[in-house]
């Protein structure tokens, strides 16, 4: 007979390999939230539908699955096995193809794997000496199931996100909402298209990541970018790089509609608003940093977007920078390897940033992707589809106006497609964007607008989603999980699906083998100041109207060329600005669409 301390050690053993495939479940949950088989594979049993077997058992196969394979041995189940310290992936993936099973995910914190395989399978892949345990994924539920957000699951639900991916209780206060599940409101179908709402299902939502807004500014008292507990705005930094800026609110509308795309959420308006809940970004958790680098009036040079980059860079571990957005283009073709603002975007990237740019809106025209940034490789580019009116990708088609094409260097451009018309997004009040198309606003909150701006941001959000879920990930993971085939959601073109992205453990990496902008010195990214026609900028606490009242923290910058002044003969982008059109939007007054 087993002793009563033999069977308390055998459950403390068990209670620790969960314990240690806690950061691997949140993954594996995504696909129970999902309604529909992803991996085309079926959910473990519900742990009442087997027979215990006797506790104290000392073998490394959990009990469990003991029992399965002695009723049931043909049962497919999701397990998910330990090896011994020293067992290398490679060896850990061979035996485990030597007894037929299917390996969907790699557990490295744990030197583990997740395996589906059948229930005699399990038992004998237990056998073998290089496995320390085999224990059944018990966290996933059965299709069919509660959802994550089910009230039922509340309480494992606080605890999972006190101590899993979330995080704990970051220094811009509480996680906020841990999954958003009611969505009766909803009006949109880009988030569907995505499929993030099965993320936001399982808690999934940006929370703790900051997302910076590189853009006209973005108005961050609004209620659509609170916190859950109405305590504070999530666009947690404010930092303003154009010289001629006046104030650190969006005047002019663009960045307010791109950090809606990103991160906004209607959940967080008052609950008798009539706007409640209709209209929720890809990552309505994320905080957002809000980089005004456009005067007043939406104008800005390519260098005041060098000097927002390099806040982010600058800053990146203060507020936990992992994704920039540019939703803007130069108006001077350039090389990668020369153009000046290419080699801030690769700055970024080098230093841990993932930067996601918007295509353009120049359609098949020649040159339609050769302007910084949308030429660079490192950066995610992003072309814009019509879902026309479903959120089903396979009736997705590209906008006509969206950029597409070769690069001067021969990159292929977009690396990737997202929903960019008729797309609804928080309203700056009182800004250009108000004034501009009366017919495109809903109600004095939202409006509708058309571009690879609306696309970029898209992208973004689904950044911050993984980001979440894999911290550890760098930006060339997180780009080669994006354009990954097994995470394609359509055949005919390259968009994604966010779950099938989230599930990736071991992602491929992307943008092996590039040549850097010959401004970055080393393999660390710095930018040769030297070999560049600006200085580094410095950075002090703003004061009077560029000091945003929403934040908490606001920046200004002492911004200025080497010597104080730019020579025009010596570079291309110091008389480069931006247009009403080329911030890359079109305004849509179109009453169907999302």
């Given at each position: 007979?087993?002793?009563?301390?033999?069977?308390?050690?055998?459950?403390?053993?068990?209670?620790?390999?969960?314990?240690?495939?806690?950061?691997?479940?949140?993954?594996?949950?995504?696909?129970?939230?999902?309604?529909?088989?992803?991996?085309?594979?079926?959910?473990?049993?519900?742990?009442?539908?087997?027979?215990?077997?006797?506790?104290?058992?000392?073998?490394?196969?959990?009990?469990?699955?003991?029992?399965?394979?002695?009723?049931?041995?043909?049962?497919?189940?999701?397990?998910?096995?330990?090896?011994?310290?020293?067992?290398?992936?490679?060896?850990?993936?061979?035996?485990?193809?030597?007894?037929?099973?299917?390996?969907?995910?790699?557990?490295?914190?744990?030197?583990?794997?997740?395996?589906?395989?059948?229930?005699?399978?399990?038992r004998?892949?237990?056998?073998?000496?290089?496995?320390?345990?085999?224990?059944?994924?018990?966290?996933?539920?059965?299709?069919g199931?509660?959802?994550?957000?089910?009230?039922?699951?509340?309480?494992?639900?606080?605890?999972?996100?006190?101590?899993?991916?979330?995080?704990?209780r970051?220094?811009?206060?509480?996680?906020?909402?841990?999954?958003?599940?009611?969505?009766?409101?909803?009006?949109?179908?880009?988030?569907?298209t995505?499929?993030?709402?099965?993320?936001?299902?399982?808690?999934?939502?940006?929370?703790?990541?900051?997302?910076?807004?590189?853009?006209?500014?973005?108005?961050?008292?609004?209620?659509?970018?609170?916190?859950?507990?109405?305590?504070?705005?999530?666009?947690?930094?404010?930092?303003?790089?154009?010289?001629?800026?006046?104030?650190?609110?969006?005047?002019?509308?663009?960045?307010?509609?791109?950090?809606?795309i990103?991160?906004?959420?209607g959940?967080?308006?008052?609950?008798?608003?009539?706007?409640?809940?209709?209209y929720?970004?890809?990552?309505?958790?994320?905080?957002?940093?809000?980089?005004?680098?456009?005067?007043?009036?939406?104008?800005?040079?390519?260098?005041?977007?060098?000097?927002?980059?390099?806040?982010?860079?600058?800053?990146?571990?203060?507020?936990?920078?992992?994704?920039?957005?540019?939703?803007?283009?130069?108006?001077?073709?350039?090389?990668?390897?020369?153009?000046?603002?290419?080699?801030?975007?690769?700055?970024?990237?080098?230093?841990?940033?993932?930067?996601?740019?918007?295509?353009?809106?120049?359609?098949?025209?020649?040159?339609?992707?050769?302007?910084?940034?949308?030429?660079?490789?490192?950066?995610?580019?992003?072309g814009?589809?019509?879902?026309?009116?479903?959120?089903?990708?396979?009736?997705?088609?590209?906008?006509?106006?969206?950029?597409?094409?070769?690069?001067?260097?021969?990159?292929?451009?977009?690396?990737?497609?997202?929903?960019?018309?008729?797309?609804?997004?928080?309203?700056?009040?009182?800004?250009?964007?108000?004034?501009?198309?009366?017919?495109?606003?809903?109600?004095?909150?939202?409006?509708?607008?058309?571009?690879?701006?609306?696309?970029?941001?898209?992208?973004?959000?689904?950044?911050?989603?993984?980001?979440?879920?894999?911290?550890?990930?760098?930006?060339?993971?997180?780009?080669?999980?994006?354009?990954?085939?097994?995470?394609?959601?359509?055949?005919?073109?390259?968009?994604?699906?966010a779950?099938?992205?989230?599930?990736?453990?071991?992602?491929?990496?992307?943008?092996?083998?590039?040549?850097?902008?010959?401004?970055?010195?080393?393999?660390n990214?710095?930018?040769?100041?030297s070999?560049?026609?600006?200085?580094?900028?410095?950075?002090?606490?703003?004061?009077g109207?560029?000091?945003?009242?929403?934040?908490?923290?606001?920046?200004?910058?002492?911004?200025?060329?080497?010597?104080?002044?730019?020579?025009?003969?010596?570079?291309s982008w110091?008389?480069?600005?931006?247009?009403?059109?080329?911030?890359?939007?079109?305004?849509?007054?179109?009453?169907?669409?999302?």
């Open positions: 007979m087993t002793s009563s301390s033999g069977t308390v050690v055998e459950r403390l053993r068990w209670m620790s390999v969960l314990v240690a495939a806690l950061a691997a479940s949140a993954c594996l949950a995504l696909v129970a939230t999902l309604g529909h088989d992803q991996l085309g594979a079926q959910s473990s049993p519900a742990a009442g539908s087997v027979t215990p077997a006797p506790a104290g058992s000392s073998a490394p196969l959990d009990p469990r699955i003991a029992s399965i394979a002695a009723h049931h041995p043909d049962q497919l189940l999701d397990t998910i096995v330990q090896f011994r310290a020293g067992v290398s992936p490679a060896r850990a993936r061979w035996d485990v193809s030597r007894i037929s099973g299917r390996v969907f995910g790699q557990l490295h914190i744990i030197n583990a794997l997740a395996v589906r395989l059948t229930a005699q399978r399990a004998w892949l237990a056998a073998n000496p290089d496995v320390h345990a085999v224990s059944l994924n018990t966290v996933v539920t059965p299709e199931g509660p959802l994550p957000g089910d009230p039922a699951q509340a309480d494992a639900g606080a605890r999972f996100d006190a101590r899993g991916p979330l995080g704990p970051g220094p811009w206060g509480p996680p906020g909402r841990a999954r958003i599940s009611d969505l009766s409101q909803l009006q949109t179908t880009y988030d569907q995505l499929g993030v709402t099965s993320l936001w299902r399982a808690g999934i939502t940006g929370t703790g990541v900051g997302v910076a807004v590189i853009d006209t500014g973005v108005d961050g008292q609004l209620p659509d970018f609170q916190s859950a507990d109405r305590q504070h705005s999530r666009v947690v930094v404010s930092a303003v790089t154009n010289p001629n800026a006046g104030t650190a609110l969006d005047t002019y509308g663009h960045g307010t509609d791109v950090a809606g990103i991160a906004g959420n959940l967080d308006r008052d609950p008798t608003d009539p706007l409640y809940g209709r929720i970004g890809v990552a309505p958790n994320a905080n957002l940093i809000s980089i005004k680098a456009s005067d007043d009036s939406g104008r800005a040079t390519v260098l005041d977007v060098i000097y927002g980059l390099q806040f982010a860079v600058d800053h990146r571990a203060d507020y936990n920078i992992r994704v920039v957005n540019l939703s803007l283009d130069s108006t001077t073709p350039q090389s990668y390897t020369t153009d000046p603002l290419d080699a801030a975007v690769e700055s970024a990237w080098l230093h841990g940033i993932v930067v996601v740019a918007a295509a353009g809106n120049r359609g098949t025209a020649s040159d339609a992707v050769q302007f910084a940034p949308a030429n660079d490789p490192y950066a995610v580019t992003v814009a589809v019509d879902e026309n009116g479903s959120s089903n990708p396979l009736q997705d088609t590209i906008a006509p106006w969206s950029s597409r094409g070769t690069t001067q260097d021969g990159f292929q451009k977009p690396d990737l497609y997202a929903p960019g018309a008729h797309i609804v997004s928080v309203l700056a009040p009182d800004s250009t964007f108000a004034h501009m198309c009366p017919a495109c606003l809903i109600g004095d909150s939202y409006i509708r607008t058309s571009g690879t701006s609306m696309a970029a941001p898209m992208i973004s959000g689904l950044v911050a989603d993984l980001l979440q879920l894999h911290p550890d990930w760098s930006p060339d993971q997180v780009k080669g999980a994006l354009l990954s085939p097994l995470a394609a959601s359509n055949p005919a073109l390259p968009e994604v699906d779950v099938r992205a989230a599930v990736l453990f071991d992602p491929p990496l992307a943008d092996q083998g590039l040549t850097p902008n010959h401004l970055i010195s080393d393999a990214g710095d930018i040769d100041y070999q560049s026609s600006w200085s580094q900028s410095s950075w002090s606490q703003a004061t109207p560029l000091s945003a009242s929403f934040a908490q923290s606001s920046w200004s910058c002492s911004c200025g060329a080497s010597g104080g002044a730019v020579d025009p003969s010596q570079s110091s008389t480069s600005s931006w247009s009403t059109s080329s911030w890359s939007t079109y305004f849509d007054d179109s009453s169907t669409g999302s």
